[in-house]
């Protein structure tokens, strides 16, 4: 039987009775190096752990540049999340007469796209109270400078054309503090 590691994937497979050989490759991508480790071992006896005795290690280095991948969310018209630019973000947040969210994000950012269905669930459970935007924080630089946009994601509130004070929040945020933080966020609006 093969055993093959890739990644975080465990693959078997049958190899033919003539002379079983058990192989076993791992491969480790870190900073653009490849290191792929195979491990053979020959015919175990009962008694024989799978990297027993009888093992041979084989490990190579290949130092070369490998295309990053580009994984880049995008939000559907269900989703009830815009991605706006710089030249939208006057009319749609700063003219406004509903309460805006802005969430600043990033292709690149892993936080931001472990939110990103939290956030997508609030765009379509406060759609009737609130709107929620989406901003490029690499395609903006203007908007990320203007209001000082040093984490992500970020989450603003806007509501007339002005911050919402103790709106900012920074980071990977839960499902349900994120209800929390929306709703505590609401009240103190509407009673201002």
Known sequence: ????????????????LVAP???????????NIITSATTTTTTPSKNQLLFG???????????????????RVRCGASSGITEITESEFPNTVLKSERPVLVEFVANWCGPCRLVAPAVEWLAQEYGDRLTVVKIDHDANPQLIE?????????????????????????????????KEYIDTLLDSISVA
């Open 21 to 31: 050989v058990r192989t076993v490759t791992v491969t480790h991508r870190q900073q």
């Open 1 to 16: 039987m093969d055993i093959v590691f890739s990644n975080s994937t465990l693959l078997f497979k049958q190899q033919p």
């Open 146 to 178: 203007e209001y000082k946009v040093y984490g992500l994601p970020t989450l603003i509130l806007f509501k007339n054309g002005q911050e919402v004070p103790e709106s900012r929040r920074e980071g990977a945020i839960t499902k349900l503090k994120l």
């Open 53 to 71: 005795s009888r093992t041979n290690l084989s490990l190579k280095s290949y130092n070369h540049t490998l295309p990053r991948l580009a994984i």
